[in-house]
């Protein structure tokens, strides 16, 4: 079975950092893309990162690129999302994926098989 499990979510204040951890299991780790995304409430769900172990790409949405950065570590089929400067509009739920991803489109949920279940994330300000 593929799981992924997300977590290190909690509530932090504005200007605050924060780590997710996304643990991935059940699959050839470095032939997948792992992506981060979020979704806060009413809104759709929405790409923030990805790191593919196929290519070796990685792509950050541009609104966050500064602030976002991915990291991975293939010997524990773990991803990382390290946040610093958090914002208020930064809160909703955090959810990994992993997919094969052929192109560029990685900011589309639809290209990811499997889901784990998400971390929520509050920014207070």
């Known amino acids: 079975d593929v799981q992924l499990q997300a977590s290190g979510g909690g509530s932090v204040q504005a200007g605050g950092s924060l780590r997710l951890s996304c643990a991935v299991s059940?699959?050839?780790?470095?032939?997948?893309?792992i992506a981060w995304f979020r979704q806060a409430p009413g809104k759709e769900r929405e790409g923030v990162s990805c790191t593919n172990g196929a290519d070796g790409k990685t792509w950050y949405a541009d609104s966050l690129k500064r602030r976002f950065t991915i990291s991975k570590d293939s010997a524990k089929n773990m991803v990382y999302l390290q946040f610093s400067s958090l914002k208020p509009e930064d809160t909703g739920v955090y959810y990994c994926?992993?997919?094969?991803?052929?192109?560029?489109?990685?900011?589309?949920?639809?290209?990811?098989?499997?889901w784990g279940p998400g971390t929520q994330v509050t920014v207070s300000s």
């Open positions: 994926g992993a997919g094969l991803l052929y192109g560029d489109s990685w900011y589309n949920p639809w290209e990811y098989d499997y």
């Open positions: 059940g699959l050839n780790f470095d032939d997948y893309a």
